[in-house]
């Protein structure tokens, strides 16, 4: 038995070699419907740094964002008591020292704050930025403050005796402390500013990737302003 050989009239010939090797009189004129758009380079550009600028800054941005989400929930839940301890010491005694700075003429130059500092911070351990301090009628106060971390000296300027109180938090209360930046200090405060320069950062370049995408572009938006106005409607309720 022979076969012949198929013809162009052949359906499947025809289908085949109309799809595999097209005409050029069926390439799309310029302007055309199936014509791709010409990208300019800026386009190009921006694009390709947007990409960049998003993937490094939310790989390097990961953990902090995520330290940052978690203790926004435990701030927003107060009374959850997990982590929540509170380590309370006392201490007593008398400086080994005059509290008062003293001129050659014998006149007193004030309260040496800065000695008294020095000696319960190295006998007792004490820790953080000194919040305030002061005299009032004979009694002086030196306060410190660190993130769930407080200490409390008061003392008698002529007697030179005082009264300790040191208050340890949980660590639930330090990461809250730490995320709102209380009584953290300036590197700490540096931490902050850096963590949103890179949502920043982020945002923009997730922007600025979806207006390049002509399919999903619209969408995209549409989404963005929707979750604007929901936000926006959520803070008026909050404040009203």
Same mark, same amino acid.
């Given at each position: 038995?022979?076969?012949?050989?198929?013809?162009?009239?052949?359906?499947?010939?025809?289908?085949?070699?109309?799809?595999?090797?097209?005409?050029?009189?069926?390439?799309?004129?310029?302007?055309?419907?199936?014509?791709?758009?010409?990208?300019?380079?800026?386009?190009?550009?921006?694009?390709?740094?947007?990409?960049?600028?998003?993937?490094?800054?939310?790989?390097?941005?990961?953990?902090?964002?995520?330290?940052?989400?978690?203790? #926004?929930?435990?701030?927003?839940?107060?009374?959850?008591?997990? #982590?929540?301890?509170?380590?309370?010491?006392?201490?007593?005694?008398?400086?080994?020292?005059?509290?008062?700075?003293?001129?050659?003429?014998?006149?007193?130059? #004030?309260?040496?704050?800065?000695?008294?500092?020095?000696?319960?911070?190295?006998?007792?351990?004490?820790?953080?930025?000194?919040?305030?301090?002061?005299?009032?009628?004979?009694?002086?106060?030196?306060?410190?403050?660190?993130?769930?971390?407080?200490?409390?000296?008061?003392?008698?300027?002529?007697?030179?005796?005082?009264?300790?109180?040191?208050?340890?938090?949980?660590?639930?209360?330090?990461?809250?402390?730490?995320?709102?930046?209380?009584?953290?200090?300036?590197?700490?405060?540096?931490?902050?500013? /850096?963590?949103? #320069?890179?949502?920043?950062?982020?945002?923009?370049?997730?922007?600025?990737?979806?207006?390049?995408?002509?399919?999903?572009?619209?969408?995209?938006?549409?989404?963005?302003?929707?979750?604007?106005?929901?936000? /926006?409607?959520?803070?008026?309720?909050?404040?009203?």
């Amino acid at each position: 038995m022979t076969f012949d050989a198929p013809t162009i009239d052949d359906p499947l010939v025809s289908t085949t070699a109309a799809t595999t090797v097209p005409d050029a009189a069926a390439e799309p004129e310029a302007g055309g419907r199936g014509q791709r758009r010409k990208v300019s380079r800026f386009e190009r550009d921006a694009h390709r740094w947007s990409r960049l600028i998003h993937v490094y800054t939310s790989m390097i941005a990961l953990l902090v964002v995520l330290f940052f989400a978690i203790t #926004g929930i435990t701030l927003n839940h107060p009374s959850w008591t997990f #982590g929540d301890e509170v380590d309370i010491e006392t201490e007593s005694g008398s400086f080994p020292f005059d509290t008062e700075l003293v001129a050659d003429d014998g006149s007193s130059l #004030g309260v040496d704050f800065l000695s008294i500092s020095e000696y319960v911070r190295e006998t007792y351990d004490v820790r953080g930025s000194v919040d305030s301090f002061d005299v009032t009628s004979g009694r002086g106060a030196i306060a410190y403050k660190n993130p769930g971390y407080s200490a409390d000296l008061i003392f008698d300027v002529d007697a030179g005796t005082f009264d300790l109180k040191v208050e340890q938090q949980g660590w639930v209360a330090v990461m809250n402390d730490l995320h709102k930046g209380r009584d953290s200090g300036s590197s700490w405060s540096w931490v902050i500013d /850096i963590s949103a #320069g890179f949502l920043v950062a982020i945002s923009l370049t997730g922007l600025v990737m979806q207006f390049f995408l002509r399919k999903r572009r619209r969408s995209a938006f549409v989404a963005a302003g929707v979750g604007g106005a929901v936000m /926006i409607a959520f803070v008026v309720l909050a404040i009203s």
